[in-house]
Structures are given as C-alpha cells and as structure tokens.
C-alpha cells in the first residue's frame, strides 16, 4: 500500500521536527515544495480543526503541545480510508455498514471515534465509551477462513500491547481472549465481527473493533464498573494523543497481516493459564484449570473430572483464591 501525505500532513509533520520554534512560511513552503499561500492555506485549516499553531508575522509558524485532535492529520499517512465522528453509535456498526462495498472500503479502511453510544462487546454486552478513550475499527480483507478468526484477535490484543508500550511506555496483560488489563483492571477490549462466503468458506471481510480506555476518569464507569475498569491515565494527563495510538495500534494490527503469528507472544502476555477459571458457554457454567493456549488460540482447560477442553467463543473469569 503506498503512503500519501497530504500537505496538513506534511506541515504538521515539519513543524513537528522543530518543537518551539518558530519557522519561517517561506522556509516551510522550500521544505514542501510548496508555495507561502498553500502553507498558510494549511495552518488556518488545521488551527481550524483544533490544532495550536502560533502564527506570528515575520516569525512564521511553531507549534504547540497538547493538542489531541481526532483527524487525518494527527493519524498521519494512511493507506486507506480513514473516518473520523466526534460521536457515533458503534464504530464497528458504522464498519459493518461500509464492508459490503469493497470499492468504498477497501483492506485497511479505518474508523476512528472520540465517543461511541452504542459501544458493544462479546456476547452483546454494551460496552462503554466515554469521551477519553479510544475506539476504532480497522476493517480487514485477509484471504482466511473463518476457523482462522481467533488469531486475528489474537494478534489485535499483541498489537495494542505493543503500541501502547511503544507510546506511553506501560506494559498491559491480556486475559483470554479480547481483554487487556493493567493494573489489575480491564483498559481495553476487542470485538471482531466478520463475514464469510459460503462457497468458498472465505471470510469476505473482518472488522476488529479496539475500546482503549486511555484517559477516561474513574467516575466515568460508574459504580457498576468502577471495580473493574480502569484507563491508563484517569487523572487526564498523557503522553500521546488519542489519533496517534489509534493509528500505531492499526499499523501494527496491519503489519501482523495476513499471517497474524503472533501467538508465541500472545501467550507470553496472557495471564489466564494456570489459573482456576468459571467457564460460561453453550455447556453451560463450569469449573475448570485453564492448561495453555493451543496453536490457533483456543484456551486448552482440565475439568475437575479430568476432561480437557478447547475453548473458541466461551467466556471464562479467574476464580478468587479461597484462604
């Protein structure tokens, strides 16, 4: 896929190299290849959407910091389309919509939102998505089949862990199979949704929705969730806006494709085996030790009358320790 920066892109990205400095529109506009009119032409659309450049005659232009603007510019170069709502009812709902027209949304369409009302997880559960975090959908087109879904989640939960230490330098642990935690509460969650033809047994597409409670306050979850969700930075302050992440998550979910072989480091991040666990799942609700994760991501668990299982669409949570 060929990467295009748009002129915002590209002055965004040269006033980036020079924080607090001020750089000169003729300068900038040499540097682009450019004229002076299309640079200010530029920083009045990007101050416009919410960016802070100081624009000062005979000084130029220098930007400053604390921005977190929700667009193209701040995702930077995208090899797709890339859509951004400031409030939408479920981006994967939104993802969905748009999958039937590969013309319209081809491999790696990405939808961004600052705030999702219709937010679900597993199992239709609503899954909340206050402002602060961030919620998206990279839509896919792998040629697999649908046995190979779960890996797909499987390296979706690897590449959140892997931009979020890249970006913000903290190290999350995933509980089988969609969620990622820190601190000993769930920041994160992974829905993936997918289509398949039923003549070749394909997946026609993928959406692979990614909830990342970023810089959500504590108070947001309410007191039914406040025990058990968390965000990586609940006093507001971080060190990366929400576009950013967003987009380092999605390239590293991009990179993984088509193969998606991650597992080796999705079992050394995951948490769950070893641990006694309460399945739920067509079986109904048991008991049972969770072994390992097999080679295509199911959660291998012994029963107490000794019979193992591979677990693929179940729900299973960690038993507390009885003293």
């Not at 306050?217 to 039914?224: E, N, T, V």
Request: net charge neutral; proline share 5%.
């Amino acid at each position: 896929m060929v990467l295009v920066m748009t002129t915002r892109q590209q002055l965004l990205e040269a006033l980036r190299t020079q924080p607090d400095c001020f750089c000169s529109g003729q300068a900038l506009a040499d540097r682009l290849g450019i004229s002076r009119a299309a640079v200010h032409k530029a920083a009045t659309a990007l101050q416009a959407q919410g960016w802070q450049i100081e624009a000062v005659p005979r000084k130029g232009y220098r930007l400053g910091s604390g921005a977190d603007v929700l667009s193209a510019e701040a995702l930077g170069p995208w090899p797709a389309p890339a859509l951004f709502y400031d409030t939408i009812d479920s981006t994967n709902a939104a993802a969905k919509a748009l999958a039937a027209d590969a013309a319209r949304a081809p491999h790696g369409t990405l939808l961004v939102a600052a705030q999702q009302t219709a937010g679900s997880g597993r199992r239709g559960r609503q899954f909340i998505s206050p402002v602060g975090g961030v919620y998206f959908t990279l839509l896919l087109r792998p040629a697999h089949t649908a046995a190979d879904s779960l890996s797909i989640t499987c390296s979706a939960a690897v590449a959140v862990c892997r931009a979020v230490e890249k970006l913000c330098g903290i190290s999350l642990s995933i509980k089988w199979v969609n969620d990622l935690y820190y601190q000993g509460k769930k920041v994160c969650g992974i829905l993936t949704e997918a289509a398949a033809n039923l003549d070749t047994g394909l997946l026609e597409w993928v959406a692979v929705g990614i909830g990342l409670n970023l810089a959500v306050p504590q108070a947001a979850f309410g007191p039914a969730l406040c025990q058990t969700a968390g965000s990586l930075y609940p006093a507001g302050a971080c060190p990366v806006s929400r576009a950013a992440l967003a987009g380092e998550i999605a390239r590293q979910l991009l990179a993984s494709c088509p193969a998606f072989d991650d597992l080796a480091e999705y079992r050394a991040r995951c948490f769950v085996p070893g641990h006694w666990v309460t399945v739920v799942g067509a079986e109904g609700t048991f008991s049972a030790r969770a072994v390992s994760i097999d080679d295509i991501g199911r959660l291998v668990v012994e029963t107490s009358a000794g019979r193992c299982l591979a677990l693929r669409h179940e729900e299973v949570s960690i038993r507390p320790v009885l003293l």
